[in-house]
């Protein structure tokens, strides 16, 4: 069973950035690809970024490419969502999920272990 739990959450101005945090408690962290989705209220839950195990291939979200950058540490065993530019538009709650898989997936559903989530708010 791999717990994870997110960090680094808050409020913040239209513009601003924030780095969110992902401590995962698998000895094994190095094989799961990791990934970042958002819930926002009455809306269904968003992939976000991905990274994969091996050699940290990554996926955005068009809506997120070239404003948000996830990386991971495998010696610390946690990955991380670096959001820069952020916008009313990406008020959500975040989770942090893994998978036991090499490949890189979008979709809620293929994540094995979520984290409970933290509160992102930004205002415009």
């Known amino acids: 069973q791999v717990q994870l739990v997110e960090s680094g959450g808050g409020l913040v101005q239209a513009g601003g950035s924030l780095r969110l945090s992902c401590a995962a408690s698998?000895?094994?962290?190095?094989?799961?690809?990791m990934g970042w989705f958002r819930q926002a209220p009455g809306k269904e839950r968003e992939f976000v970024a991905a990274?994969?195990?091996?050699?940290?291939?990554?996926h955005y979200a068009d809506s997120v490419k070239g404003r948000f950058t996830i990386s991971r540490d495998n010696v610390k065993n946690a990955v991380y969502l670096q959001m820069n530019s952020l916008k009313p538009e990406d008020t959500a709650v975040y989770y942090c999920?893994?998978?036991?898989?090499?490949?890189?997936?979008?979709?809620?559903?293929?994540?094995?272990?979520w984290g409970q989530g933290i509160q992102v708010t930004v205002s415009s």
């Open positions: 698998e000895r094994t962290f190095s094989r799961y690809t």
């Open positions: 990274i994969s195990w091996s050699v940290g291939r990554t």
């Open positions: 999920a893994a998978r036991l898989s090499t490949v890189v997936g979008v979709t809620p559903q293929i994540y094995d272990y």
